[in-house]
């Protein structure tokens, strides 16, 4: 099955619907606990499209809350499968504290800064959300490091795209959808690629807790994966469980953009003794000969399919 997309809470529907150790990839924005019927005022926005329903959790109960959903998350998510939640500063901690209760690892905290802020008078403008990426310990995490950008493409300024691509702070524009039907807030579709390509393999399972204007569940079936996830709103879930006919497995799969070199075959194996002392005497060897250091590391690369960054932390753990 590729979708199994319910109207309900996701605490009980995950309980009813999920089994143990699951899914591959939980990818879900809560609700941020700040009066989200309100948002507009905070974003100075026009509502006339957006879909009445939207369901927020109170102050006083966003610490159970999130509790509950996230020792939920835990259970279904499989040994070595990720978990990315978006939020807001408010209720940050409330996660944090969440997830640090649980036996998931953080692998980054990044921070995504969209093309708009609230605007406020006299303080700084917030324009940025908090993406907490952890992943479930006892299994190979998937990250598919060169899905978006190959180790052979640079910038005009001849900067890696693959490095840029995977620092922490993610600047990327939320979409804009004049005069059309939306959710509240929905998180662009452009993000939902990058953390689903990264972190999936065409087939696996992903879900999302809080479906909201089900970007994750489209955008994860165009791209060739199963989705499960949960909408507590009835008006959200009809509007925009009639879309999810349209939607065929794998139709964004050829749009996406080809990367140009897959790196170092040997990249981040480990390293032995004999592997180290080679590494070393041909350094020394080529140095001999008049090869620069830049030079040498580039030739024992290559020979040796080994990341240049690695060759170079070997060298200068023996003073070289």
């Known amino acids: 099955m590729l979708s199994s997309l319910y109207n309900m809470d996701c605490v009980e529907g995950a309980k009813t619907h999920l089994a143990d150790n699951s899914i591959d990839l939980i990818l879900t924005d809560p609700p941020y606990g700040i009066e989200g019927q309100s948002l507009h005022k905070h974003y100075n926005r026009n509502e006339d499209n957006v879909l009445d329903g939207y369901i927020e959790i109170e102050q006083k109960d966003y610490k159970e809350f999130t509790e509950k959903w996230i020792a939920q998350a835990e259970r279904v998510l499989k040994p070595g499968g990720s978990i990315y939640i978006v939020s807001g500063y408010t209720n940050l901690r409330h996660i944090l504290n969440a997830l640090a209760s649980t036996s998931l690892k953080e692998v980054n905290h990044i921070i995504w800064k969209y093309n708009f802020g609230v605007y406020t008078k006299n303080k700084y403008i917030s324009s940025h959300y908090h993406i ?87 955008i994860a079936i165009g791209l060739g994966r ?86 170079l932390n070997v060298l200068k753990k023996s003073g070289r």
């Open 132 to 218: 907490l990426f952890y992943e479930k310990p006892g299994g190979i995490r998937t990250f598919n490091k060169y899905t978006r950008y190959g180790s052979d493409e640079y910038s005009s300024d001849k900067k890696s795209m693959n490095y840029s691509d995977r620092e922490d702070v993610w600047s990327i524009k939320k979409d804009f959808k004049k005069g059309q039907v939306k959710n509240k807030n929905q998180l662009p579709a452009e993000l939902l690629k990058k953390i689903i390509l990264y972190s999936t393999k065409k087939g696996d399972m992903v879900c999302d807790f809080f479906l909201g204007g089900f970007g994750t569940a489209k």
């Open 226 to 311: 199963k989705i499960a996830g949960f909408e507590k709103s009835k008006i959200a879930y009809e509007y925009n469980i009639a879309d999810m006919n349209k939607i065929k497995s794998g139709e964004l799969l050829d749009s996406l953009r080809k990367p140009k070199g897959q790196g170092a075959k040997n990249s981040g194996k480990r390293w032995l003794k004999k592997d180290i002392r080679k590494i070393e005497e041909q350094f020394d060897n080529c140095l001999k000969d008049g090869l620069t250091k830049s030079a040498t590391i580039e030739a024992l690369s290559e020979k040796y399919q080994r990341g240049k960054f690695g060759i």
